[in-house]
Structures are given as structure tokens and as C-alpha cells.
């Protein structure tokens, strides 16, 4: 069991996985335990209505660095996310898909990357996606779009596996649709971010929750958004107090 703060927080957004959630935390651990880095994972229940919660709190008794959030509803992907980052504790923070399709031992190798120290965000890039026609040809559209309106140079914006430092989205905006823009939020901020492949698997318990219709024209409104915070957001940073100490 770790102690004090962690250096690293996985954080997993979960609604209705209850086939998934237990055998994921086994390769969560698998993968970070021998890493000697201090971690927790932080799961994030959306207002699953089957026996995800259940799930979890087993897998929190028997592995105490797993710890759950169970919100009062179904509030999407962004909201569950936001509350994760804002409830833990490490400086360094590593996002996951609860579907099983995003490999957790992928997550050292991201985390060296990031502490080479010239970037602030590591963005997987799934280099042999495992999902359906339709699902890889709406991403594409939808990544081409968003890169020729923002330039973030970003090419696989929907990989939920990233690992990155607390400051990326400390304050950050909160809107439905936030999770497909975290690395170009990131950008629009002045933080340096870079891509690495990744391994994708097929999903192989459970239904997936997207679709043509909530992420490929959704995505598309949510970039008007975007565009529009890029021209008028400010991020002003505090240079002195004047007198010395005045915050205390």
C-alpha cells in the first residue's frame, strides 16, 4: 500500500463496465508495481447502473492503491475525468479508458518520456487500432478537421492513454467534450506535448458507448467551442505581490 502522496495518479472514468473493471486494476498494478514509482489509481464511477460499483469495491479491498469515486449521476466522460483530476493526489497524472482497450503496461514507458523533462504531456497514438470501420474512419474525419482549425499537430486525439504533468489541467475549462481536447487545451496553454505509439486491443467485454452520432458530429460542435475560447481565454500569471508576503 502506498504512503503520503504519490508521485503518479491513474485515473479511470467508468460507467457500466462491470466485466471489465476488475481484470483492468490486475493490469494496472501488474504494471506499475514493479515500476518504483509511488502510484494510486483513482476510478471514477459515472452513474453505472449495473454492478460496476460493486466491482470496485472489491477490487479497493483487496488492492488498496485503487480508490473509487462514485458520483450521484451520469454526468459524461469530461465531468468524470475533471472530478478525477481535481480529487488526486500525485503531480503526474496518467488517463485510461475503462473499456480495456487501452494497455496499462504502456504507462512506464510514457512516464520516462514525460520525465525527460522538455514536455509537459505524453499522447498515445494507437498504432494498430482494433475497432470497427466506421469508428476509425469517423476519427480520422474528425482528427483532420481538428487540425487543420486548431494546428495542434495532435494526430490521435481520441486515445484516452496519456500521461502528463497536474499543471496541464489545473484550471482548466470544463465543458461536455473537454476529454477530445485535453492535448489541445494543453497546447492553447503554452505547454509542450509530444505523441508516442501505443498498443490498442480489441474491446472483449462489454458494449462500447459511442458511436457515429455522440462522437464524430459532436466532436465537430465541441471545436467551435474551442476555436472560440483559443481567441478570448487569457492566462494570466502572477509576477509579485507587493508586500512581500501578502498571501498569508
Known sequence: ????????????????????????????????????????????????????????KGVAARMPPHRIIDLDGNYGQSAALCIGFSRARGEVFATL????????????????????????????VRAKRRDSWVRKLSSRIANRVRNAVLHDH???????????????????IMFKGTHRFLPALAVMRGFAITELPVNHRPRTRGVTKYGVGNRLWVGIADLYAVCWMRRRLVYPAVRAEYPDGARQ
Open 1 to 56: 500500500m502506498n504512503t503520503g502522496t504519490p508521485c503518479l495518479s491513474v485515473i479511470v472514468p467508468v460507467k457500466n463496465e462491470e466485466e471489465n473493471v476488475a481484470a483492468l486494476a490486475q493490469e494496472i498494478t501488474d504494471a506499475l508495481a514493479p515500476s518504483g514509482v509511488s502510484w494510486e489509481c483513482v476510478w471514477v464511477n459515472d452513474g453505472s447502473t449495473d454492478g460496476t460499483l460493486g466491482a470496485l
Open 97 to 124: 479508458d475503462g473499456d480495456g482497450q487501452n494497455d496499462p503496461a504502456e504507462i512506464p514507458r510514457l512516464l520516462e518520456r514525460l520525465r525527460q523533462g522538455d514536455v509537459a504531456m505524453v499522447n498515445g
Open 154 to 172: 495532435v494526430s490521435d486525439t481520441g486515445c484516452a492513454l496519456r500521461v502528463f504533468s497536474r499543471a496541464c489541467v489545473e484550471n482548466i
